[in-house]
């Protein structure tokens, strides 16, 4: 019998929404980590009992959880469930340090808002993404901007350096959420190759496992800074990509979305009749990767959606042709946002499309789009979704 | 034995009900409470104080006695009356927001 378990990371904890395959009728678990940010949740494809959470708190810091049993408890890695202390073990609370490699990549000064330069400084995990083969390497998304890699299950986490250290970092700046590295998707056809994304620096690319990176943003076109076509400095506010078809990504841009068929090294602009083509979230249906969804959001000044009504696109072409999904959605008086790394798509067929809003509603369409309900309507605002197809 | 008054979401975290004690050897201070709490309830590390600096987090707030101990030295003595268990240690977050 197959099921989804949605992740939703929210203002004030998480939740768990679980559901049989026909995605009709949903139980709530939750909040979980009540009171604290959670920014991200994301379970392992190798083990879906694995799921791994960032708590986070601008008061408190740092917090790396983990499931080892689809949700229903939770511990901080190296402190086994349940126990405070273990005689012997592993020193705790070491799951959640997370310091830059000076030694290999010295600390330098990133942009401020104001252009004057201003230090490195760690604030919280933004994104957290399990390994496609080994349910404890996981890699975490970190602000202010570096990349980190755990292969004890998060219980221990170390810098992969070259990304800070790339040499572009004082061009780096935050954008209205922070310096944060937001994205990370992985090739399942090599191992050696992933992609980042960091607002607001742009994309970067691996193909050496992390050792080394190069910025992908030729064709990126950003009025926000002196030289439009900068190598760096874009704002790039979440990257997709079908696993079936590594390579070919698409990017919702801070303005514009694009895409690119040669794994990043250029990028084409595909808003084509988007009524605005400002947003964060964006992904691919699982089946078609010709199909992609965005959720228009009307400005970088006005943070909701247009006209008062909550529209996801679709287009079936790739790009520049798209259809707006309104069945079931609100279509007057509605002011919500989405953010970028609140959409995601389920494997079942028909695929299943999943978002979060900042006015706490988790919508579901079971049938890739054409119609959508709420899974829950008040949540608090809604960070994160991630979505498990069971089996 | 020393009483130490935790925020919620840390009493949570660290599984504790109410109020925590400590043995902690003299002199009593910010720094060596601190270490005692951390080393009896790691999972706390890095939420009071940042990892590497051990310094204190910006939106806390120590309070004893009906003083803000915030500012002063890490090691600078606590107040007699927190060192004998008569008034307890406040560890607090900083009103911000509404």
């Known amino acids: 019998m197959s099921g989804v378990r949605v992740l939703a990371g929210t203002r004030k904890g998480a939740f768990i929404l679980s559901s049989d395959g026909k995605r009709e009728k949903w139980d709530v678990s939750g909040p979980h980590f009540s009171g604290w940010e959670i920014y991200h949740l994301k379970g392992s494809p190798v083990d879906p009992n694995r799921i791994y959470a960032s708590q986070t708190s601008g008061w408190f810091g740092q917090i790396i959880q983990r499931s080892d049993d689809g949700g229903k408890t939770w511990h901080q890695p190296g402190t086994p469930p349940g126990e405070q202390t273990a005689p012997g073990g592993a020193p705790k609370g070491e799951s959640n340090k997370f310091v830059y490699d000076a030694a290999a990549a010295p600390l330098t000064t990133h942009q401020w808002y104001d252009g004057t330069q201003h230090p490195w400084e760690f604030k919280r995990v933004w994104h957290l993404e399990p390994s496609l083969t080994d349910p404890n390497t996981v890699y975490a998304g970190i602000e202010d901007a570096a990349i980190f890699k755990s292969i004890d299950g998060g219980q221990n986490w170390k810098e992969l350096p070259g990304l800070r250290g790339h040499g572009t970092g004082p061009k780096w700046q935050p954008g209205a959420g922070g310096m944060c590295l937001h994205t990370i998707v992985l090739d399942p056809s090599n191992p050696q190759r992933m992609w980042i994304a960091i607002s607001a620096a742009g994309a970067f690319r691996t193909d050496d496992g992390g050792k080394t990176w190069k910025p992908i943003n030729r064709g990126l076109k950003s009025q926000y800074i002196p030289d439009p076509d900068a190598e760096v400095g874009h704002c790039v506010h979440h990257i997709a990509m079908n696993p079936k078809r590594p390579g070919v990504l698409f990017m919702q841009k801070h303005w514009d979305v694009m895409r690119s068929d040669d794994a990043g090294d250029n990028w084409k602009e595909v808003s084509g009749n988007l009524p605005t083509d400002f947003g964060f979230a964006i992904d691919v249906h699982a089946h078609e990767p010709e199909t992609i969804y965005v959720v228009p959001i009307t400005s970088d000044g006005l943070h909701y959606v247009m006209d008062g009504k909550l529209r996801v696109y679709r287009s079936r072409t790739g790009g520049n042709e798209w259809e707006p999904l309104t069945k079931g959605l609100p279509q007057k008086d509605c002011y919500v946002n989405v953010l970028r790394d609140a959409m995601a798509v389920d494997t079942l067929d028909k695929c299943g499309i999943y978002f979060g809003t900042s006015g706490g509603q988790v919508y579901a369409s079971a049938d890739a789009g054409d119609s959508w309900n709420p899974i829950v309507r008040d949540l608090p605002a809604v960070l994160s979704v991630e979505v498990q197809t069971l089996s | ?98």
């Open chain 2, 1 to 98: 034995m020393i009483r130490i008054i935790l925020p919620t979401h840390l009493r949570n975290l660290a599984h504790v009900g109410g109020e925590v004690t400590l043995e902690v050897p003299a002199p009593v201070t910010p720094r060596a409470v601190l270490d005692a709490l951390e080393a009896k309830y790691p999972m706390l590390r890095g939420t009071i104080r940042d990892h590497g600096t051990l310094q204190r987090r910006a939106f806390l707030r120590y309070f004893a006695c009906e003083e803000d101990l915030s500012h002063e030295s890490p090691d600078a003595p606590l107040p007699e009356a927190v060192a004998s268990g008569k008034e307890p240690f406040i560890v607090i977050g900083a009103i911000a927001g509404g």
